[in-house]
């Protein structure tokens, strides 16, 4: 089983910055791309930034410019830069491998981390 554990969410000013950090129980991305999803109350969850094996990356439109995804393989880490945050970012934030349908599957979902950005 790979567990995943979100972390840095919290409350920021519109404008301000987060940097996120998914750790991961064991090394999954020499096989997996690896993506950062978001949730908001009362809608699904969508994937926003993504980063494959070779390391090549990419984001949702409404984040394009503003979120970096990174990752150490070293470390079992995956990270997300959130930069020009916007109130519309409000969400709670789950890294997982970036198939949405291979991550529903395998259903190993951490309890991911809150990111709630004031007016």
């Known amino acids: 089983q790979v567990q995943l554990v979100e972390s840095g969410g919290g409350l920021v000013q519109a404008g301000g910055s987060l940097r996120l950090s998914c750790a991961a129980s064991?090394?999954?991305?020499?096989?997996?791309?690896m993506g950062w999803f978001r949730q908001a109350p009362g809608k699904q969850r969508e994937l926003v930034a993504s980063?494959?094996?070779?390391?090549?990356?990419n984001y949702s439109d409404s984040v394009k410019g503003r979120f970096t995804i990174s990752r150490d393989r070293a470390k079992n880490m995956v990270y997300l830069q959130m930069n020009s945050l916007k109130p519309e970012d409000t969400a709670a934030y789950y890294c997982?491998?970036?198939?949405?349908?291979?991550?529903?599957?395998?259903?190993?979902w951490g309890q991911g981390t809150q990111v709630t950005v004031s007016s």
């Open positions: 980063i494959s094996t070779g390391g090549s990356t």
């Open positions: 997982n491998v970036a198939s949405l349908k291979i991550a529903t599957m395998r259903d190993y």
């Open positions: 064991r090394s999954i991305f020499s096989v997996n791309a």
